[in-house]
């Protein structure tokens, strides 16, 4: 049950992480695109205005020029503050302008098709076509996103060529459908690549920083996430740092074995996992020894988090298949709202803490203030 709580929690981790680097490309590319359409819409509309009227031509510029500023504003919010909506919101919201994108390309041919004029016909396939296929390399890590511009842009055009009803007309439309099929399938392959690439980039990131046994942060990457928070602690919060000790996690590990001492652990992991905020950090400091760093108003909320998490060890102990391998763990907190105490500081102070805790039984949580 813990190991497909761990590898729940660890796919949920890699699937949300993986949607923010593939909204995070498609932002990025998202200059070249809105560039790409702007000369696009110029060209067009500087040659078509030649020979067609000028009423239907200015609402198809203006729909682009307005579309491409909204795309401009999309794209400066998210810079500014990625963390302002969901990745999924901000997919969405990319989606329905490169959607829209696409109809405004789908377009031309419905409305500035002219079975007389070849030479625009040929620019107005070209300008489509070439479209299509340059979205690859901007919206290719998102199959979806890519079928919203390509399949709403070609798609008039081939139905258009199938209308006009000459030899010529078909076969350029079944070259538009084979095409469209390559370019399909080129995105596809793309988006299975680079979606790979980040699978495999978050599962070394997750090696390095992670113990894998238990599903926290390791002892080192711990320091460096704690310091981090340390730097946007409020002046009116505590910093508080818990040492959770393990009692009797030896005899269990000698009695009932490795595998059982693994398995002991992992579940240690997942309670603090669970009993922690969202806010909170946790990670093992090696051992049967593990940490949490809180900020809180209160200290017994961090107190609380401690009872929290000794209560469900109890609870798991009982559990065990030898009553005499009692698991049971010793807390110690330190806090301080002076944000220039250091974390090893603060360390050795929740260590001392926990000392005291097993020296008045074990099982209990005990706290120590820093100057």
């Known amino acids: 049950m813990t190991t497909s709580t761990n590898h729940t929690d660890h796919t949920a981790s890699k699937e949300a992480w993986v949607e923010e680097q593939v909204v995070a490309t498609l932002f990025k590319n998202g200059l070249g695109a809105i560039v790409?359409?702007?000369?696009?819409?110029a060209l067009a509309s500087y040659l078509l205005i030649k020979v067609?009227?000028?009423?239907?031509?200015?609402?198809?510029?203006?729909?682009?020029?307005?579309?491409?500023?909204a795309r401009v504003i999309l794209l400066k919010s998210y810079s500014k503050n990625?963390?302002?909506l969901p990745s999924n919101t901000w997919r969405r919201l990319h989606h329905l302008c490169t959607t829209l994108s696409g109809i405004h390309f789908g377009l031309l041919p419905l409305l500035f098709f002219h079975p007389e004029l070849p030479m625009y016909q040929a620019l107005i396939i070209?300008?489509?076509?070439?479209?299509?296929?340059?979205?690859?390399?901007?919206?290719?890590?998102?199959?979806?996103?890519?079928?919203?511009?390509?399949?709403p842009s070609v798609f008039p055009l081939i139905g258009r060529l199938f209308y006009e009803g000459?030899?010529?007309?078909?076969?350029?439309?079944?070259?538009?459908?084979?095409?469209?099929?390559?370019?399909?399938?080129?995105?596809?392959?793309?988006?299975?690549?680079?979606?790979?690439?980040?699978?495999?980039?978050f599962s070394l990131r997750y090696r390095a920083t992670h113990d894998t046994l238990v599903s926290l942060l390791n002892r080192d990457e711990?320091?460096?996430?704690?310091k981090e928070k340390q730097t946007q602690h409020r002046n009116n919060t505590l910093n508080t740092l818990m040492f959770i000790d393990l009692d009797n996690f030896k005899k269990l590990n000698d009695t009932l074995g490795h595998h059982a001492g693994d398995d002991a652990l992992k579940k240690v992991g997942e309670i603090i996992r669970t009993s922690i905020r969202k806010s909170d950090i946790a990670g093992r400091f090696g051992g049967d020894e593990f940490m949490v760093c809180l900020h809180t108003d209160d200290i017994n909320d961090a107190i609380g988090i401690g009872d929290k998490i000794l209560s469900a060890i109890r609870e798991f102990s009982s559990q065990l298949e030898s009553p005499e391998c009692e698991l049971s763990a010793s807390i110690g907190i330190a806090y301080t709202s002076n944000t220039n105490?250091?974390?090893?500081?603060?360390?050795?102070?929740?260590?001392?803490?926990?000392?005291?805790?097993?020296?008045?039984?074990?099982?209990?949580?005990?706290?120590?203030?820093?100057?």
């Open 166 to 201: 000459t030899e010529i007309y078909q076969a350029t439309a079944i070259m538009l459908i084979l095409l469209v099929v390559v370019m399909h399938r080129a995105a596809r392959q793309t988006e299975t690549a680079m979606v790979s690439n980040l699978e495999m980039t």
């Open 52 to 69: 067609f009227p000028l009423q239907p031509l200015l609402s198809w510029f203006l729909f682009g020029q307005f579309l491409n500023l």
């Open 36 to 41: 790409g359409n702007l000369i696009n819409i």
């Open 82 to 84: 990625p963390k302002l």
């Open 222 to 226: 711990f320091e460096n996430v704690f």
């Open 126 to 151: 070209l300008l489509v076509g070439g479209s299509g296929a340059a979205a690859v390399s901007t919206h290719g890590i998102d199959l979806t996103c890519y079928r919203l511009f390509l399949f």
């Open 341 to 371: 105490i250091s974390y090893n500081s603060l360390l050795k102070l929740a260590d001392k803490a926990c000392y005291q805790a097993k020296n008045d039984g074990k099982g209990k949580v005990r706290i120590q203030e820093a100057a």
